[in-house]
């Protein structure tokens, strides 16, 4: 082969969530020969809803998903109910104009929420549908223990090592691929406990709608999310919203702790005494739950860079979120993006790197800004804004402080920012 003619690359993705598998579906149709190391079976992915916004929607229309068969349930902005009466909060948010504006009107997409089982059986179906572009091939139960960032090369626990051409490091929160890359350009890796516990779980959409006391917030909630708080304070909450087409109904509960406390227990006479203050129909919602899965919230600092060598981090991996604005999962799409509009069929061995500096351009700042927002309720995100200024760019700006209106500024410039755009505008037409 000529020097400097277009190759299919040999790319290694480590982790099959819903980055690994985007990243695999995105990057098949240049014809890209692609290995993907999933250390888990993935028939056990984690059971609860995520939602998905029109940032996310638009990198997987993109990409043909079908949003029918994986059983998207359009939801609309929050509304709020007092736990203790059951009856609704109104103006809980400042009022604002923007709040009423509809995304859906905006972008084309609405927000979505989807059982994870459901969004990753059509991600997974996407990326490896054989129609003569490319191949994917998946390795599960294959753990990569050894990484080589320079060479993208990777360790299975076997023994056996691969080499690829680019590797991609979307394993998720606990990444080896980050651990690695940040051992290479030398950082630390900063952990901080917020002070928050998550509970999570799901119901059936039965066990729910018998119940007359629940009813106005059960039919509230088919098309919006709902949020339920204490009648003073906002910070102790329950985020309740459906998923697979209104059958399966996902709770959250989110309960500020004290910095550096015990580990939370997973236990529901513990979770029970958190929320006491609630109504006995809202209680009813933790007992029914077969399984609550309770974690403490820890946040970790931006990196400096998702490309080091010839490895790029991706999702959870580069920039884990936390659950508060919802955008972790929109962030690994965007990710996913970046990576189609850059390694295409006529890439070239020796633009390597060059294209994974131009991943950093495109998406450092921006996954960095909503990183650190992702770490503290929206009603606080506003007073992040100096914080912020470094990340900001002059096609994401960030809201005056005393902006009565920038809370809604921000969430709508989040959920509708076209990535296909800026990497127009970064790229050019050269690598569309
Ligand atoms: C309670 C909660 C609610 C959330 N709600 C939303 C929401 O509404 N909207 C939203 O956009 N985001 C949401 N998020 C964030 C979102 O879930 C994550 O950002 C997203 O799932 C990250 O995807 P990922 O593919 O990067 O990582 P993961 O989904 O963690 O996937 C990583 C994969 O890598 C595999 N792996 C790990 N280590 C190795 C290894 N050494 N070798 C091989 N494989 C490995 C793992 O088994 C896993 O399959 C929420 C998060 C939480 C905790």
Redesign the pocket.
């Known amino acids: 082969m000529e020097p400097g003619s277009p190759i299919k690359l040999n790319i290694l993705i480590?982790?099959?969530?819903?980055?690994?598998l985007t990243a695999a579906a995105s990057l098949r149709a240049a014809g890209h020969k692609i290995t993907i190391?999933?250390?888990?079976t993935l028939l056990d992915e984690v059971g609860?809803a995520?939602?998905?916004?029109p940032n996310?929607s638009r990198v997987l229309a993109h990409i043909e998903f079908d949003f029918e068969a994986a059983k998207g349930v359009s939801v609309k902005s929050p509304s709020m109910y007092f736990g203790d009466t059951l009856k609704e909060r109104k103006n809980a948010f400042p009022v604002s104009a923007v709040w009423n504006i509809d995304v859906e009107d905006m972008t084309g997409f609405p927000n979505r929420s989807f059982h994870r089982v459901d969004l990753h059986n059509e991600l997974k179906k996407l990326a490896l549908r054989d129609d003569g572009q490319g191949t994917v091939e998946v390795h599960l139960g294959?753990?990569?223990?050894r990484v080589d960032i320079e060479n993208a090369e990777v360790g299975l626990d076997d023994g056996r090592l691969w080499k690829g051409d680019l590797l991609i490091g979307?394993?998720?929160?606990?990444?080896?691929v980050r651990k690695a890359a940040l051992e290479y350009s030398g950082e630390t890796e900063d952990i901080e406990d917020l002070g928050w516990d998550?509970s999570?779980w799901l119901l059936d959409r039965k066990d729910v709608e018998e119940d007359d006391e629940l009813r106005e917030v059960y039919v509230k909630g088919n098309d919006r999310s709902v949020w339920i708080t204490p009648h003073e304070g906002q910070s102790k909450r329950l985020v309740w919203y459906t998923c697979r087409n209104g059958e399966v109904q996902n709770m959250?509960a989110l309960i500020p702790t004290s910095k550096g406390e015990a580990e939370p227990e997973p236990d529901l006479d513990n979770i029970l005494e958190q929320f006491s203050d609630f109504h006995p129909s809202l209680l009813k919602l933790f007992k029914k739950a077969e399984t609550i899965k309770t974690w403490r919230l820890r946040n970790r600092n931006p990196i400096k860079s998702f490309a080091n060598g010839k490895t790029v981090l991706?999702?959870?991996?580069a920039h884990p979120?936390l659950?508060f604005n919802?955008?972790?999962?929109?962030?690994?799409l965007e990710d996913c993006a970046v990576l189609q509009r850059l390694f295409t069929a006529e890439t070239t061995k020796d633009t390597i790197l060059e294209k994974l500096k131009l991943f950093n351009t495109i998406r450092w700042k921006r996954a960095s800004r909503i990183q650190i927002s992702s770490g503290v309720p929206g009603s606080q995100v506003n007073d992040l804004t100096e914080r912020l200024k470094e990340y900001e760019e002059q096609d994401d700006l960030l809201p005056a402080e005393d902006d009565p209106d920038g809370l809604a500024k921000r969430w709508v410039g989040d959920l509708t920012y076209d990535i296909f755009k800026k990497c127009d505008e970064v790229l050019g037409g050269a690598n569309k």
């Not at 190391?37 to 888990?40: I, N, P, V, W, Y």
């Not at 995520?50 to 916004?53: M, Y």
């Not at 991706?314 to 991996?317: E, P, Q, S």
Request: charged share 10%; with cysteine.
């Open positions: 480590v982790g099959a969530g819903i980055a690994g190391f999933e250390s888990s609860a995520i939602t998905i916004a996310g294959a753990r990569i223990v979307a394993d998720g929160i606990h990444s080896c998550i999570r959250v991706i999702g959870d991996a979120n659950p919802g955008q972790g999962g929109n962030q690994a």
